[in-house]
C-alpha cells in the first residue's frame, strides 16, 4: 500500500527558509512523478510543484517560483521542497503525492501533512 510521511514544517519568520522531506513506502518511488501540494487556512488545497522521475524537469506554481526548490533522492525514496524567502502567504500544511495532475479533485487520498506557519 502506497504511504507518504511528510516532516520539515516549523514556525519561521518571514525571509527565513525550510526544508521539508516526504519519505514514500509501498510503491517504486522512482518511477513516479511526484508533487508538492499546500492547503492555507480556509483555502482550497493548491499545486505548489512537481518534478519527473529523474529530478531533471521541474514544474513550479508561479507564486513560488525562484524561492522554492524541488528535488528527490530515488535512492532513499525521498522528496524534498527547500523553501527560501518564505512569506506569510505560503503559510499551510504541505502535501506530497504522486503526481496525477494539478488538480487535487484529481488525488484519492493525502498523507497527514507538515504545517508550515511563516510569522513574525
Known amino acids: 500500500q502506497a504511504h507518504v510521511m511528510e516532516s520539515g514544517g516549523n514556525l519561521v519568520q518571514p525571509g527565513g527558509s525550510l526544508r521539508l522531506s516526504c519519505v514514500a513506502s509501498?510503491?517504486?518511488?522512482?518511477?513516479?512523478?511526484m508533487a508538492w501540494f499546500r492547503q492555507a487556512p480556509g483555502k482550497e488545497r493548491e499545486w505548489v510543484s512537481h518534478l519527473d522521475t529523474g529530478g531533471i524537469t521541474t514544474y513550479y506554481a508561479d507564486s513560488v517560483k525562484g524561492r522554492f526548490t524541488i528535488s528527490r533522492d530515488n535512492a532513499k525514496s525521498t522528496l524534498f521542497l527547500q523553501m527560501n524567502k518564505l512569506k506569510p502567504e505560503d503559510t499551510g500544511v504541505y502535501y506530497c503525492?504522486?503526481?496525477?495532475?494539478?488538480?487535487?479533485?484529481?488525488?484519492?487520498?493525502w498523507g497527514q501533512g507538515t504545517l508550515v506557519t511563516v510569522s513574525s
Open positions: 503525492a504522486r503526481f496525477q495532475g494539478r488538480t487535487p479533485g484529481n488525488y484519492g487520498g
Open positions: 509501498g510503491f517504486t518511488f522512482s518511477s513516479y512523478a
